[in-house]
Antibody
Framework: QGQLVESGGGVVQPGSSLRLSCEGS????????IHWVRQAPGRGLEWVAV????????FYADSVRGRFTVSRDNSKNTLFLQMDSLRPEDTAVYFC??????????????WGQGVKVTVSS | SSVLTQPPSVSVAPGQTATITCGEN??????VHWYQQRPGRAPVLVVF???VRPSGIPERFSGSNSGITATLTISRVEAGDEADYFC????????????FGGGTKLTVL
C-alpha cells in the first residue's frame, strides 16, 4: 500500500518561510495526486493543498492560497510544501496523504506520520 | 451551516454500539469516507465509499449514507476504539468545498 514520510518541520518566527518534504515509497509515486492536510493543536483536520500526479494541477485552501506552494519531484518520489509569510495560525502538524480517486470521489488511503510546524515569536 | 457537521463527542460503554453522524441537513449526495485518529497518530481509513471496509478493519465498523446524513456505526465497542473519528467528502466541482467534518471524540466509558 505504501508509505509516506514527512520532514522539514520546526519552530519559526511569524513572516518566515519553511519547506516541508514528503517522500513516498512502496507505490508508484508519480501516478498519484498527493495532498497536504494539517491539524492545529487540539483541533480537527484541515485540508491544505493538492498537487496532481504530474504536477500540472494544484488547488489550495483559501487560508493558504498565495502563501503556500506545492511542488513535486517524481524522480525522487518527493512532494514539497513551500510555506511563506507564515502566521501563528499556521501552527499545526502537517500530514501528507496519498489520494485514491474515482470519477465520483477521492479518499486518502496512505498518510505520513506528520511533521510539526510552530510559528511563534 | 456546515454540510459535514459531526457531534463533538459520543460516549458508550464497552460492548455497546456507538453511532457517529455526519451531516446536519444534507450530505449533498456526496460519497463519504471515515477515518479513525488515535492521539498522536495519523488518521487511518476505516470506511470508504459510504459503507466499504478496507482490509484489516474489523467487521464491527460499518457505514451508511441516506443522502441527508452519513453514519459510522461501531458495534461491540472496545476500549481500543477510543479515538477521534472524521468524515470526509471530495467535491471537485466546488472550489474550496469542505473536505473534513469537525470530528467526533469517541469515549469508551
Amino acid at each position: 500500500q505504501g508509505q509516506l514520510v514527512e520532514s522539514g518541520g520546526g519552530v519559526v518566527q511569524p513572516g518566515s518561510s519553511l519547506r516541508l518534504s514528503c517522500e513516498g515509497s512502496g507505490f508508484t509515486f508519480g501516478s498519484y495526486a498527493i495532498h497536504w492536510v494539517r491539524q492545529a493543536p487540539g483541533r480537527g483536520l484541515e485540508w491544505v493543498a493538492v498537487l496532481s500526479f504530474d504536477g500540472n494541477h494544484n488547488f489550495y485552501a483559501d487560508s493558504v492560497r498565495g502563501r503556500f506552494t506545492v511542488s513535486r519531484d517524481n524522480s525522487k518520489n518527493t512532494l514539497f510544501l513551500q510555506m511563506d509569510s507564515l502566521r501563528p495560525e499556521d501552527t499545526a502538524v502537517y500530514f501528507c496523504a496519498k489520494s485514491d480517486c474515482s470519477s465520483l470521489t477521492c479518499l486518502f488511503d496512505v498518510w505520513g506520520q506528520g511533521v510539526k510546524v510552530t510559528v511563534s515569536s | 451551516s456546515s454540510v459535514l457537521t459531526q457531534p463533538p463527542s459520543v460516549s458508550v460503554a464497552p460492548g455497546q454500539t456507538a453511532t457517529i453522524t455526519c451531516g446536519e441537513n444534507t450530505i449533498g449526495g456526496n460519497i463519504v469516507h471515515w477515518y479513525q485518529q488515535r492521539p498522536g497518530r495519523a488518521p487511518v481509513l476505516v470506511v470508504f465509499d459510504d459503507s466499504v471496509r478496507p482490509s484489516g478493519i474489523p467487521e464491527r465498523f460499518s457505514g451508511s449514507n441516506s443522502g441527508i446524513t452519513a453514519t459510522l456505526t461501531i458495534s461491540r465497542v472496545e476500549a481500543g476504539d477510543e479515538a477521534d473519528y472524521f468524515c470526509q467528502v471530495w467535491d471537485s466541482s466546488t472550489e474550496n468545498a469542505e473536505v473534513f467534518g469537525g470530528g467526533t471524540k469517541l469515549t469508551v466509558l
